[in-house]
């Protein structure tokens, strides 16, 4: 049973489960699962790969540990929404965007309507991350193997909140970040749990041994930066029929990339701060400020420390500990972090 | 080591770990402590009561279950204060109204400021119920006893968040709820995790028998509605000093009570309806209101029907399952469900 069909499974008892509490609950599991779908799957696909990679043969364990991963995922996109006040991802209305929707299908107003939406986004984010937990926990394996992969889940937990919070925290700030700044924050919001942990529970749950294990972490670490990195550029830089998002969005919430860090180095910054974390900032202006960001070189600049990111992720794989076939894989993994189209 | 201990413990290292994050990640933490404390730390004593009752010896178990339900709790309390976009709870400023102070002393802007707040309590609600995972499932028991435990908690989780979506979608509801409609809720959203999983995840780790878990699990659910219906009384009929909270303000947030179901079923009820949910009643026309509920009978029966959820409760544990030091110990508690001074 793969990574899907345990994910619809769970989906349906669950729906069936909550059918005894009301309409309004069982619309909450259905956006939950929606919410888990669409994705890329990025991180089953590394638990797996880790899993494979390093001689695991007991599949149905390691779709348990992908599923958690995923769940976490589903769990920190849905809370994370809520702090954006977004309603929205990828074009489709998200659990808020339904539940607005409900709301007012049900007669509410607009002040109740805000309240059904981030009541049911924050209950869903709960429950995946609940659940996340629980896949682990029931994993059928001696008691120390679960707690290496606990530990796991638990330090992903624990470090992306702390990115999280820091990524809130950092727009409030009045000075440009340094890049080095913006380099921890995005390997604590992101490469830890979606890279990191990932690949490492694979190689756990295959018992691989400690260089192994470390390696893969460094490689996560990094190439789950190269690929926020990369993120970050084609927010800005890229074509967005492609990035589903708005050039200027990042620009107007004044999120601090890799882009923004360098600009603030270079003597173009006080004609591009004025822009910077903007809400009214117009499709005219953005596209100025792009132009300023090419000129003082911030985007050749952002562009190689991505590179530079992910040819240190390769790197870190030329040990005996990582198989050729592995090393291979994840070597093409590298690549697609960067080499993406604008 | 008691619960109070290992809690500390807990967050000793937790911030010790959150200090290579920031200060705000440590402040994160410190506001998650302060939020696990100051409650009456009912859920860790059903745990003790229920496991020393029905025999259990080794405490030192029973009090990793019990922490786990305390953390449950407190994740629910911090998420219900997102949800209810509350800045204080028991006349002190919680997670959110601590980080909002926060922001602003670091210069944000208002938006910022509550971006900050709503930040800092999803993700402090968020760790304390990943804890509250890991606590038991990383229990040093065996397999299929930890299984058993893990379902307790989902199932708290699940109809928990059950609980609070019919909450706050009630809220909208133009006719008052049924009384029987209310009961469900309060059972849902309090007395499942509180009572009923605190008692019998106690019970289970004693190595009780079937009737004794299912007696604890009836139990619970009754006397939890007992003390919500209390709860809700004298949020509107109790003395501010003793509540902590405005007599108004359940009225003027148009929560569905015992209280208004009643009403709802009287000749008084379009004479009480136009003042219920209102933001801007008076303290005058609260004080009306109250008038009329006493007058058309909703306060007897709001009394009487948590009277008689406290006596169904005791007599449900009138069975040879239940050793007699425990019944007396959990009749007691049942008394004081519902008598409570106003």
Redesign the interface.
């Known amino acids: 049973m793969g990574v899907g069909t345990e994910l619809e499974r769970f989906f349906a008892a669950?729906r069936l489960?909550?059918s005894d509490?009301?309409e309004?609950?069982v619309a909450?599991w259905d956006c939950l699962e929606q919410a888990s779908t669409g994705g890329k799957r990025v991180r089953p696909a590394l638990v797996l790969a880790a899993f494979t990679g390093l001689g695991g043969t007991d599949l149905s364990l390691a779709t348990t540990v992908a599923v958690s991963f995923e769940l976490l995922h589903t769990?920190f996109v849905i809370?994370d929404d809520?702090?954006d006040r977004d309603l929205a991802r990828r074009g489709v209305a998200n659990v808020a965007g339904r539940f607005i929707e409900r709301?007012i299908a049900?007669?509410?107003v607009s002040t109740?309507a805000d309240?059904?939406a981030?009541?049911?986004a924050?209950?869903a984010?709960?429950?995946a991350?609940?659940e996340a937990?629980?896949a682990?926990?029931?994993l059928?394996v001696e008691?120390e193997l679960?707690?290496r992969l606990?530990d796991l889940l638990?330090r992903a937990?624990?470090?992306s909140?702390?990115?999280?919070?820091?990524d809130?925290?950092n727009?409030?700030s009045?000075e440009p970040l340094s890049v080095e700044q913006v380099v921890f924050t995005l390997e604590?919001k992101t490469a830890v749990y979606s890279f990191e942990a990932p690949l490492q529970a694979g190689a756990v749950l295959a018992g691989a041994g400690v260089e192994a294990i470390n390696v893969l972490g460094q490689f996560g670490r990094l190439i789950g930066v190269a690929f926020q990195l990369t993120d970050d550029i084609l927010g800005v830089f890229g074509d967005p029929a492609k990035t589903g998002k708005s050039v200027v969005s990042d620009l107007r919430e004044g999120k601090q990339t890799a882009l923004i860090a360098h600009a603030g180095t270079t003597a173009a910054w006080p004609d591009i701060a004025p822009f910077i974390g903007r809400a009214d900032l117009s499709e005219e202006e953005g596209a100025e400020v792009k132009e300023r960001l090419r000129d003082c070189g911030a985007l050749d600049a952002a562009e190689e420390l991505a590179r530079s990111h992910a040819e240190r992720a390769v790197a870190a794989l030329d040990t005996r500990s990582i198989p050729e076939a592995l090393r291979s894989h994840l070597t093409t993994l590298a690549g697609t972090a960067v080499n993406r189209t604008r």
Do not use: C, N
């Open positions: 669950s489960r909550a509490y009301g309004h609950y909450l769990a809370h809520v702090i709301a049900h007669g509410a109740q309240t059904w981030a009541t049911a924050i209950l984010g709960d429950l991350l609940s937990h629980r682990l926990a029931m059928p008691r679960r707690g606990l638990d937990v624990f470090v909140a702390a990115g999280e919070l820091a809130v925290t727009t409030t009045k604590q």
